[in-house]
C-alpha cells in the first residue's frame, strides 16, 4: 500500500454564515474573504504540515489546483510542489495535478513537471485532470464542449515532448507550435507515472487503459459511495482484459484519528464540519456547464457528486452522518485501522490520498492525527496486497544519488 | 407544416420545418431550439415560405461535431441554404440565431434578401455585461427569458410531466446538447468579434426587441443601431428575450410589415 498526505489547503477563516450569506464557495467567491496577510501564515503552515508528513514515512505528498476556490488555495500546485521538493528528499511529489487544458501552450505543462522531476530528483506523480467545470470553464473560459478535445491534444502534445529526442512541429486544433523543445526533460524514462483523477466520466476509465494511467477516484463522499463507481472502474478493466493490480486506481479519504473514537469528535468534528458545510458550499449553477460531461456518461448515470440533491445531503450533515455514511474515517487506531482495510479491500485500491487537514483544523490536531495514523495504523495496512508486492508500475523511481536538502536545513527543526 | 431533412455538403444532417407559400424566409432558431409549438412560424406561413432548419445538436438533426466555431457555424447557414436550393432568402435570426443571421450576412452580404435579427445575442458591452446563460439554474431561465414568466415555463417545457423521471431526464439531456452546441459560440462570452464585421452588411435590416427583454437589453439596442445605423426598429410590447412566442401576432405584423 501506498499513502500519500495530500491538503487541499482551505481558508480557514471562512464566516460562521458563509452559507447563508454566500451562493458559491467556489467562482464568485467575494475575495475580500481572503486576507493575503493571514494567507502568508496559511501557506507556511500547510507547507510545513506536508513536509512532516514526509518526515514520518508518508509515501507521497500531494497537492492540487484548483481556481477561486475557498477550499483551494492553489491555483498553481507546481509552485507549492517546487517548495517540497526543495525540503524534502524521501517522499514522492504528487502533483494531481495540472489542469492540462488550461495551459496556452500546455508544453508548459511539460516543461514545469520535467523541472519538478529534476529538482526532486525523480520524484514526481503527475496527475493530468481534465478539472471540474467550475475551474475549467466557469473561472478559465474554456467552451464545455470542446473542453475534452482539447484536453486530449495537450496530452498528446505534453507526451510528445517529453519522449521525442528531436525537434518536431505540432499542429494541433487548439496550439501551433512550429518548434516542440522540451527543455529540460524529467528525470524518469520514459515519463513520470500519470494519475489521472476523474469524478465518474466512463471514457476517462478507457483513457487510462489505453495508456495504462492511474485512475484516481476523487470525491468527498467517502468510500460506501465510492464503491459502485469503482466497481465500474474494475469492470472495465476486467472487460478490456487488464490485469487488476489495485495499483491502477487511487481513492481520497479523510481521515482523522485520536486516542478513543469519542475524543476523535471532540477534537475535529467541528473542522471537518467546516469542511462539508462551508467548503462544499458550490452554486449548482456553476457544477455542470452543459457540453462539459459527455451524453454517455449523463445517460450512464454515474454522475451524482454535484447535483443539486448532493448539496442538499452536505447542509444536514452530523458527524454521526460522516460516520456512518463513510465520508469520513475517524476514531481511535484500531477503529481507523480497520475501518481503512475495509475501506481499501472493498475499492480494491493500491494507494490512498489521506486527507487529514480538513476545513479550519488547526496545526496541532492535523499534526497529532497524522502522526497517529504514520506511527499506529499505517504500518498494520502495509501489506494488505502481497500478490502485488514489488508492482510499481504506478510509483516514481527517484535516482538513488540525489542531493538530501533537508540535512543542511536541519530536519529536526520540521518536527 | 411539415418536417423535411437535408444532408448538407460537410455533412450534416439536417431536420428543416417547412411550410407557406410565397418568398423564402430562412427562420434560424435561438440557443434554446424550437420548441413544442411555433405558433409565430405558422403565422408566418401564411404569407411566406418559411424553412426553419434545426442545428446540428438540436431537435433530430445531427453532425455536432462538424461544427466548432462561428465560421462554422455561418457556414453551416449557408451550406442550408445551397441544400434546400434557395436563392437570395430573407433571413431571420432570433437570439443566437440573430447572432448566426448577421455572421451569415456580413460573410456574403449579396446572398440574401433583407435580414431580421430578433433580440440577437453576439455583442458584448463591458459595462452591461449579459446575464449568464450556462449558470442559470432551471428555475430562473423563464423568469430572464419571459415577460411573463409563469407563462414561459410552460412554453419552455411544452406540458410535460416532470414527475416521470424519464420524461425528466429526457428534457435534461435536450438542454445539455442545445446548450454543448451553443456554447461554442456563446460560452463563456458571447462575443466572436461580430462587432468588426457588421461594416459588411448590405442588406436592409430590422432589429425587433421585447420590451422587457432581461437577456440582451436596451444598452445592446443602442450599440446594435450604432453598429449598423440604417437599421429599423421595432419594440414589441409585453415580450420579453422570447418576443415570438410571447407575442406572435406583434412580432409576425413587424416582420411582415418589413419584409413586404
Avoid at chain 1, 467562482?27 to 507556511?44: A, E, K, M, S
Avoid at chain 2, 449568464?132 to 423568469?143: G, K, N
Wanted: a negative charge.
Amino acid at each position: 500500500m501506498k499513502f500519500t498526505w495530500f491538503n487541499l489547503m482551505p481558508w480557514p477563516f471562512l464566516p460562521d454564515d458563509f452559507r447563508q450569506t454566500h451562493r458559491s464557495v467556489w467562482v464568485d467567491i467575494p475575495n475580500t474573504l481572503y486576507d493575503p496577510r493571514r494567507g502568508h501564515f496559511v501557506y507556511h503552515q500547510y507547507m510545513d504540515q506536508l513536509e512532516y508528513a514526509d518526515a514520518l514515512g508518508f509515501d507521497g505528498i500531494g497537492v492540487n489546483e484548483h481556481h477561486q476556490n475557498g477550499y483551494g488555495l492553489m491555483p498553481s500546485p507546481n509552485l507549492i510542489a517546487a517548495g517540497l521538493a526543495r525540503r524534502t528528499s524521501r517522499a514522492a511529489i504528487a502533483v494531481i495535478g495540472n489542469s492540462i487544458a488550461l495551459y496556452n501552450p500546455p508544453i508548459r505543462v511539460a516543461e514545469e513537471f520535467a523541472m519538478l522531476d529534476v529538482i526532486s530528483g525523480g520524484r514526481l506523480l503527475a496527475g493530468f485532470p481534465v478539472g471540474t467545470s467550475m475551474d475549467t470553464n466557469y473561472c478559465y473560459g474554456q467552451i464545455p464542449a470542446l473542453t475534452r478535445d482539447k484536453y486530449a491534444e495537450a496530452h498528446e502534445l505534453i507526451m510528445r515532448a517529453w519522449t521525442e529526442d528531436e525537434v518536431f512541429a505540432f499542429d494541433g486544433k487548439y496550439n501551433q507550435l512550429r518548434y516542440v523543445n522540451c527543455w529540460p526533460k524529467p528525470i524518469q524514462k520514459p515519463h513520470p507515472p500519470i494519475y489521472i483523477p476523474g469524478g465518474g466520466s466512463i471514457e476517462t476509465w478507457d483513457f487510462c487503459l489505453d495508456h495504462d494511467y492511474n485512475y484516481s477516484y476523487l470525491s468527498f463522499g467517502g468510500y460506501l459511495r465510492g464503491r459502485a463507481l469503482l466497481q465500474g472502474y474494475w469492470d472495465r478493466v476486467a472487460a478490456r482484459q487488464k490485469d487488476e493490480s489495485p495499483y491502477r486506481a487511487a481513492f481520497a479519504q479523510i481521515i482523522a484519528v485520536a486516542d478513543t473514537d469519542a475524543e476523535a469528535e471532540k477534537l475535529y468534528a467541528e473542522h471537518i464540519l467546516y469542511f462539508f458545510n462551508r467548503c462544499l458550499h458550490v452554486y449548482p449553477g456553476f457544477a455542470d456547464a452543459p457540453g462539459y460531461r459527455t451524453i454517455k456518461t449523463i445517460q450512464s448515470g454515474a454522475l451524482s457528486q454535484l447535483t443539486e440533491d448532493m448539496q442538499k445531503v452536505f447542509t444536514k450533515l452530523t458527524w454521526k452522518d460522516l460516520i456512518e455514511g463513510g465520508y469520513v474515517i475517524a476514531g481511535s487506531a484500531e477503529t481507523v485501522r480497520q475501518r481503512m482495510e475495509e475501506m481499501i479491500r472493498g475499492l480494491h485500491v493500491g494507494h490512498v490520498f489521506c486527507l487529514f487537514h480538513n476545513g479550519n483544523m488547526p496545526d496541532e490536531k492535523t499534526r497529532h492525527s497524522t502522526r497517529l495514523f504514520a506511527e499506529r495504523v499505517m504500518p498494520h495496512l502495509r501489506e494488505l496486497w502481497p500478490e502485488w508486492k514489488g508492482d510499481d508500475r504506478w510509483w516514481c523511481k527517484p535516482m538513488e544519488e540525489r542531493l538530501r536538502p533537508e540535512a543542511s536545513l536541519g530536519g529536526g527543526a520540521r518536527s | 407544416m411539415n418536417f423535411r431533412w437535408i444532408e448538407t455538403a460537410r455533412g450534416a444532417k439536417v431536420r428543416v420545418l417547412e411550410g407557406g407559400k410565397g418568398a423564402p424566409v430562412l427562420f434560424l432558431h435561438g440557443a434554446g431550439g424550437l420548441l413544442a409549438e411555433n405558433p409565430f412560424l405558422d403565422r408566418l406561413a401564411q404569407r411566406y415560405h418559411v424553412l426553419s432548419p434545426e442545428l446540428p445538436g438540436y431537435g433530430e438533426s445531427s453532425g455536432e461535431t462538424l461544427l466548432e466555431d462561428m465560421l462554422d457555424f455561418a457556414l453551416h447557414g449557408w451550406d442550408v441554404v445551397e441544400a434546400l436550393g434557395l436563392e437570395r432568402p430573407h433571413v431571420v435570426g432570433h437570439s443566437m440565431g440573430g447572432m448566426i443571421a448577421a455572421e451569415m450576412a456580413c460573410l456574403a452580404p449579396r446572398d440574401l434578401r433583407k435580414l431580421v435579427l430578433a433580440a440577437p445575442m453576439g455583442l458584448w458591452i463591458p459595462d452591461a455585461p449579459l446575464p449568464d446563460l450556462f449558470a442559470l439554474l432551471p428555475h430562473e431561465v423563464a423568469q430572464v427569458l419571459f415577460h411573463d414568466p409563469a407563462r414561459g415555463t410552460a412554453l419552455l417545457t411544452g406540458g410535460l410531466d416532470f414527475r416521470n423521471l424519464e420524461a425528466l431526464k429526457d428534457f435534461y439531456i435536450g438542454n445539455v446538447k442545445r446548450l454543448g452546441m451553443a456554447g461554442k459560440i456563446l460560452f463563456p462570452i458571447p462575443n466572436r468579434r461580430l462587432a468588426k464585421r457588421l461594416y459588411r452588411l448590405r442588406a436592409e435590416t430590422l432589429l425587433v426587441v421585447g420590451r422587457s427583454d432581461r437577456l440582451v437589453p436596451a444598452a445592446y439596442v443602442q450599440r446594435w443601431q450604432e453598429l449598423v445605423p440604417r437599421a429599423q426598429l421595432a419594440w414589441v410590447d409585453a415580450a420579453g428575450h422570447m418576443l415570438p412566442y410571447e407575442e406572435p401576432e406583434a412580432f409576425v405584423g413587424a416582420v411582415s410589415r418589413f419584409l413586404g
